[in-house]
């Protein structure tokens, strides 16, 4: 190309990096009427529409380019990332594929293509992409988080460690791999290490509306282990149910070593689970007049671990409504059978959901099994399975009927009470059974949830709980098979 093109698409490169974009669109219009600098043009227009957030023009463009020239590697590499960015990984990997056929060393494409073998559970193949990256740049630190992410995901968990913390030597400040090192030490019982990382969860890095509120209205200070004696301190509630069940124990620990005025703030539709207490239960501050401390719920476990090296024992603090116990007691009765309770499906919203919950179809061999009598506990979404995989003749829906006050969980309690056995996968419902101290089955992932690996022979969250765990990822039917074998010890 002559001297004058050259300077033209050089001020237009220069015009996309300083956004200067309505001076660059004059540029193109120059650049395309002109058949050497055609292709230059609309790859300018497709950077311009990823900028502009339209992936469909910046498609359009980088498709035009590859029917002029099918070994374009930008255009290529473009149209990966847009795929990429919209989930389509199938896609996403067919254009990656062609720049690494272009050039093998291009970094960006093999470090893709192993994010996309890590989000589709390919480990092994996603090790070998981002290893070669590590290979062809040991700069590239991207690579280092995305290899932590490979081996915690497959429990190789000081490798992970190793790589997390290679990440945060350059970026000191982050706290997904922070929070990663936190799972990792659990996984190794390194359990200090573990709690002093579990403070940068996003739910106390990210203050949510009601800690700001806290903050705000009252300016406490934020209680690490000091002495509260004579001092009010608010413990605010966070995550989901199970967390908010399963630590609730540890308001009673400050109770144990503190004379303070303990008050926690949670969901109105939570109080319920917690009336009973010897605690103020509120979920409103208008309820309060001051606060001289406060601290997060899920941090209270790392506080008195350090203090104590142990932790906190479980409190059944849930009383019964008598009425309506009794209500269900005699409904179960009918059946005539030991009672054995179902509940498959977590909430859609936690980021591993598709790891710890489990289709119903699965325990079609074991529901089959006409010694117990099975029941659903299953709401909302899950609850649908039972007349999908046709199964309503196996086991009984309580869906329509549980749990439709303001009251969380206040027909699922009794139930649980008056049943021979709950098999459960990971969700709030295996913390109630747990503090109910009710028989439990808790079906766990081959790398389930943090919680579950300060489980040890000394540490026990919950007495009555019996955790089977897959052997294998993906592998519910040695669970399945385990669960055969307890139900033959039942008489």
């Not at 579990?198 to 700001?212: A, D, H, Q, T, V």
């Not at 913390?431 to 790398?447: C, D, E, Q, R, S």
């Not at 579950?452 to 709980?465: A, N, Q």
Request: charged share 25%; glycine share 2%; with cysteine.
């Amino acid at each position: 190309m002559d001297l004058i093109t050259n300077q033209k698409i050089n001020k237009a490169f220069s015009l996309l990096k300083t956004e200067n974009y309505s001076e660059l669109i004059k540029l193109i219009d120059e650049l395309k009427n002109e058949k050497k600098t055609k292709i230059v043009s609309l790859f300018l227009m497709g950077i311009l529409n990823i900028k502009k957030n339209e992936p469909y023009l910046a498609k359009k463009n980088f498709y035009k380019i590859l029917e002029k020239k099918k070994d374009h590697l930008e255009a290529n590499l473009n149209l990966g990332l847009i795929f990429f960015n919209e989930k389509n990984y199938d896609r996403a990997e067919f254009y990656f594929d062609n720049v690494i056929n272009l050039n093998y060393n291009q970094i960006d494409a093999q470090y893709h293509k192993g994010l996309i073998f890590l989000y589709t559970k390919r480990y092994d193949e996603a090790k070998k992409s981002l290893e070669m990256c590590e290979k062809l740049n040991n700069q590239f630190y991207q690579t280092f988080l995305a290899l932590g992410h490979v081996y915690r995901e497959t429990k190789k968990f000081n490798k992970a460690i190793q790589y997390y913390n290679k990440f945060l030597e350059k970026y000191p400040n982050d706290t997904t791999s922070k929070f990663n090192l936190a799972w990792s030490y659990f996984a190794i019982s390194d359990f200090k290490k573990a709690f002093k990382f579990y403070e940068y969860r996003s739910n106390k890095i990210k203050l949510r509306p009601n800690s700001i509120e806290v903050k705000n209205k009252f300016n406490p200070i934020e209680w690490s282990g000091e002495n509260i004696n004579n001092k009010k301190i608010l413990i605010i509630s966070e995550q989901g149910l199970g967390d908010n069940i399963q630590f609730f124990r540890y308001l009673y620990t400050i109770k144990e070593n503190y004379d303070s005025e303990i008050i926690f703030y949670t969901k109105k539709n939570l109080k319920y689970l917690f009336k009973d207490t010897p605690f103020k239960v509120v979920s409103e501050l208008d309820e309060i007049k001051n606060v001289d401390y406060y601290q997060h719920l899920l941090s209270l476990p790392g506080i008195f671990f350090e203090k104590n090296i142990q932790i906190q024992k479980c409190i059944n603090y849930i009383n019964i409504d008598k009425k309506n116990n009794l209500k269900w007691k005699l409904r179960l009765k009918k059946y005539g059978k030991p009672i054995i309770a179902l509940n498959w499906q977590g909430s859609q919203e936690y980021l591993y959901d598709t790891e710890r919950s489990i289709e119903l179809s699965n325990f079609r061999n074991i529901i089959k099994n006409k010694k117990f009598k099975f029941i659903s506990l299953q709401k909302n979404y899950g609850s649908n399975q039972i007349d999908r995989f046709n199964l309503t003749d196996l086991i009984t829906d309580f869906s329509s009927e549980i749990d439709l006050g303001n009251n969380s969980f206040e027909d699922t309690i009794e139930i649980l009470t008056n049943i021979d056995l709950l098999i459960t996968a990971d969700t709030a419902i295996a913390h109630l059974a747990g503090t109910l101290n009710v028989k439990t089955l808790l079906m766990l992932a081959f790398n389930h949830d943090w919680r579950w690996y300060l489980e040890t022979e000394k540490i026990s969250f919950y007495s009555s709980v019996k955790i089977i765990q897959q052997n294998s990822s993906k592998n519910w039917e040695s669970v399945m098979e385990n669960i055969n074998d307890e139900l033959k010890k039942i008489n």
